[in-house]
């Protein structure tokens, strides 16, 4: 089980989480100007990275708010959270 | 002339007091109904909105996350980082959202009522953080939950909105706030979890 901690509410358990995908993906503003692959690879295409990883997480049973993650997928440990609108930890990949 | 009564959702568990009690029950469970609810939503960066808030309530909004403001008659909530879960007595949120309404007419702000979706159940009693240890992941400990905090969490599988309550640090009760379609859910989870530290002790009275 995930000790996860909420920007607002500080450490929580895991399952008051929901996870949310990757974090960083922006909606194309002009959709019907995009050709199907660009549109797919918006909507099914992301990094399945392995090492550090920017996510979305939910505080679903707590504050219900989203925030962002960076979370090694290959040890799941948690290496920082920050607030929607800040910017990501480090340089981004 | 209907003859309309008010009835909680944990109707049914306030006639099992009639059961009888013997002895000093570990847990004393008691719904407290009808109580009302207001959800309120604003900015909390804009000193224009919490001073509106706070001429109608008479009291200022907590900006803390997971901490309760307590004004004459009202608790409020920390919910969110824009949101805040009003208590009042019972029938008290009628003039409490109309008052709210006028105060924050020029503001991106909202006042629901959301009385009749919830009940309260207070958990008191000495084995009180024990029992809802049983079911809920929050270090229930004074040295991080007590008095002026609350905590939105969940117990068993419902979720809820935790409130310590009492003077000093060590709650003396935790207020258990649940939405109503989880209360019948949550009343037979508390007495069966309590039964051990009370027996018939406990019952939601
Ligand atoms: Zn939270």
């Given at each position: 089980m995930l000790?996860?901690?909420?920007p607002w509410?500080?450490p929580r358990?895991e399952s008051?989480?929901a996870?949310?995908?990757e974090?960083?993906i922006?909606r194309?503003l002009?959709?019907?100007?995009?050709t199907?692959?660009?549109w797919a690879?918006?909507?099914?295409?992301?990094?399945?990275t392995r090492?550090d990883?920017?996510?979305?997480?939910?505080?679903a049973s707590?504050?219900r708010?989203?925030?962002?993650?960076?979370?090694?997928?290959?040890?799941?440990r948690?290496?920082?959270v920050y607030?929607?609108g800040?910017?990501?930890?480090?340089d981004?990949? | 002339?209907s003859d309309?009564?008010?009835?909680?959702p944990?109707?049914?568990f306030?006639?099992n007091?009639?059961?009888?009690?013997?002895?000093?029950?570990?847990?004393i469970l008691?719904?407290?109904?009808f109580l009302?609810?207001?959800?309120?939503?604003g900015d909390?960066?804009?000193?224009?909105?919490?001073?509106?808030?706070e001429?109608?309530l008479r009291?200022?909004?907590?900006?803390?996350?997971?901490?309760?403001?307590e004004?004459?008659d009202?608790?409020?909530?920390?919910?969110g980082?824009d949101?805040?879960l009003?208590i009042?007595p019972?029938g008290?949120?009628?003039?409490?959202l109309?008052?709210?309404g006028e105060?924050?007419?020029?503001h991106?702000?909202?006042?629901v009522d959301?009385?009749?979706?919830?009940?309260?159940?207070n958990?008191?009693g000495?084995?009180?953080?024990?029992l809802?240890?049983?079911g809920?992941t929050l270090d229930?400990?004074?040295?991080?939950?007590?008095?002026?905090q609350?905590a939105?969490?969940?117990?068993?599988?419902a979720g809820v909105?935790?409130?310590?309550?009492?003077d000093?640090?060590?709650?003396?009760?935790?207020?258990?706030?649940?939405?109503?379609?989880?209360?019948?859910?949550?009343?037979l989870?508390l007495?069966?979890?309590?039964?051990e530290?009370?027996g018939?002790?406990?019952a939601?009275?």
């Open positions: 000790l996860i901690e909420c509410c500080g358990d008051e989480f996870y949310s995908g974090a960083h922006v194309p002009t959709p019907e100007e995009l199907d692959e660009e690879d918006y909507l099914f295409c992301r990094r399945n090492g990883h920017l996510e979305q997480w939910c505080h707590g504050c708010r989203y925030f962002n993650v960076q979370r090694d997928t290959v040890t799941y948690i290496k920082s607030k929607p800040e910017p990501p930890p480090g981004r990949p | 002339m309309l009564r008010q009835e909680s944990l109707a049914g306030r006639s007091t009639a059961a009888g009690e013997a002895g000093s029950p570990g847990v008691t719904e407290r109904p009302g609810y207001v959800n309120l939503r909390a960066g804009d000193a224009t909105f919490l001073a509106a808030v001429g109608v009291v200022a909004l907590p900006l803390d996350p997971n901490t309760i403001a004004g004459e009202v608790t409020a909530c920390w919910m980082p949101e805040w009003l009042l019972p008290a949120q009628t003039r409490a109309a008052a709210l105060a924050l007419a020029a991106h702000a909202s006042a959301t009385t009749g979706g919830y009940t309260l159940v958990v008191a000495a084995r009180r953080r024990e809802l240890a049983k809920c229930l400990h004074p040295r991080s939950f007590s008095p002026g609350c939105q969490t969940n117990l068993g599988k909105l935790l409130i310590p309550r009492g000093g640090s060590d709650a003396q009760s935790f207020d258990v706030i649940v939405r109503r379609s989880f209360a019948d859910y949550l009343g989870w007495q069966h979890s309590a039964r530290y009370g018939a002790g406990a939601v009275s």
